[in-house]
Nanobody, 117 residues
Framework: VQLVESGGGLVQPGGSLRLSCAAS????????MSWVRQAPGKGLEWVSA?????GITDTVNSRFTISRDNAKNTLYLQLNNLKPEDTAVYYC??????????????WGKGTLVTVSS
């Protein structure tokens, strides 16, 4: 299993970013996926999850939208109206099954999002 995040960077408050996670080594369309983040000096925080088919999603924040393209084996996270407190390393994670809230069993190495003026 390999999960490679991209799309992070420096953005001003109020800006937007779209994170991507390229998945390989497993049948992507058969598993739920999620995003978690870790702010500097803090623990992991769950951000959003999506079921295997993409029909069920859940998110901690309405400014964030999770989606997936099973044909491209890619997971996305659209971040809008970003705030300084959104600064964190964002990780994508593979679920243990197709259930949107199953525990994750693999994580990527993360992509850093910095929100600052």
């Amino acid at each position: 299993v390999q999960l490679v995040e991209s799309g992070g960077g420096l953005v001003q408050p109020g800006g937007s970013l779209r994170l991507s996670c390229a998945a390989s080594g497993f049948t992507f369309g058969s598993y739920a996926m999620s995003w978690v983040r870790q702010a500097p000096g803090k623990g992991l925080e769950w951000v959003s999850a999506i079921g295997a088919s993409g029909g069920i999603t859940d998110t901690v924040n309405s400014r964030f939208t999770i989606s997936r393209d099973n044909a491209k084996n890619t997971l996305y996270l659209q971040l809008n109206n970003l705030k300084p407190e959104d600064t964190a390393v964002y990780y994508c994670a593979k679920g243990g099954s197709n259930w949107v809230h199953d525990a994750s069993d693999y994580w990527g190495k993360g992509t850093l999002v910095t929100v600052s003026s």
